[in-house]
């Protein structure tokens, strides 16, 4: 099982320029979340989705859209990437709501 | 909306002494996970405790989970340079689904 991937696993953007983030996972998990990490800001919730075809906005959801067509696939999408935006992107999924969550490897972004 | 909060935010000890990370939330917590993170890699879960009072050990590592389920503790006994990283606690809340908010973490640093 290669549990949680993200591609890329780094990205240099221009500012207004767009792309999207793939996470894919291979346990069969119901959820699936995407975090932004910043220097002493912890893990901030963006999106997150409970199941195929849903999703619902975290803590940070300006400036990015998700898509969950796919039971183990979530994309977040960056319509116009702004320098606020450079961060370390984490994926991660779990079997419920309450259980571990599993993390990818994380997407380095730098919007310039 | 809910915080959780982490103290200290950075400690810097000699190998062989030993290190406690305390996290505090602003409201009862159904259950508290803790996750290590190594430099430059992703999240990864330790331990979740769900009982008031909980004491949970892995090796030299001992969880406490408050009485109030509020606030909750890492210590780690004669730290090895293996233990350098951060620790986040992260707590559920409750918006239809269950997600996780992370504490800002504590980052550990061990020098030989």
């Known amino acids: 099982n290669a549990g949680v991937t993200q591609t890329p696993k780094f990205r240099v953007l221009k500012t207004g320029q767009s792309m999207t983030l793939l996470c894919a996972q291979d346990?069969?998990?119901?959820?699936m979340y995407w975090y932004r990490q910043d220097p002493g800001m912890g893990l901030r919730l963006i999106h997150y989705s409970v199941g195929e075809g849903t999703t619902a906005k975290g803590e940070v959801p300006d400036g990015y859209n998700v898509s969950r067509l796919k039971k183990q696939n979530f994309l977040l999408g960056l319509e116009s990437a702004a320098p606020s935006q450079t961060s370390v992107y984490f994926c991660?999924?779990?079997?419920?709501?309450?259980?571990?969550?599993?993390f990818g490897p994380g997407t380095r972004l730098l919007v310039l | 909306g809910q915080q959780v909060m982490q103290i200290p935010q950075y400690q810097h000890v000699q190998e062989g002494e030993d290190f406690t990370t305390y996290c505090n939330s602003s409201t009862t917590l159904s259950n508290i996970q803790w996750y290590k993170q190594r430099p430059g890699g992703h999240p990864v879960f330790l331990i979740q405790?769900?009982?008031?009072?909980e004491v949970k050990k892995q090796k030299r590592l001992t969880f406490q989970f408050g009485e109030a389920k509020k606030n909750s503790s890492l210590h780690i006994t004669a730290t090895q340079t293996t233990d350098v990283g951060t620790y986040f606690c992260a707590g559920p809340v409750f918006q239809g689904y269950s997600t996780l908010t992370f504490g800002k973490g504590t980052m550990l640093l061990v020098s030989p």
């Open positions: 991660a999924s779990s079997y419920t709501d309450r259980e571990t969550q599993y």
């Open positions: 405790l769900v009982k008031s009072g």
């Open positions: 346990m069969n998990h119901e959820y």
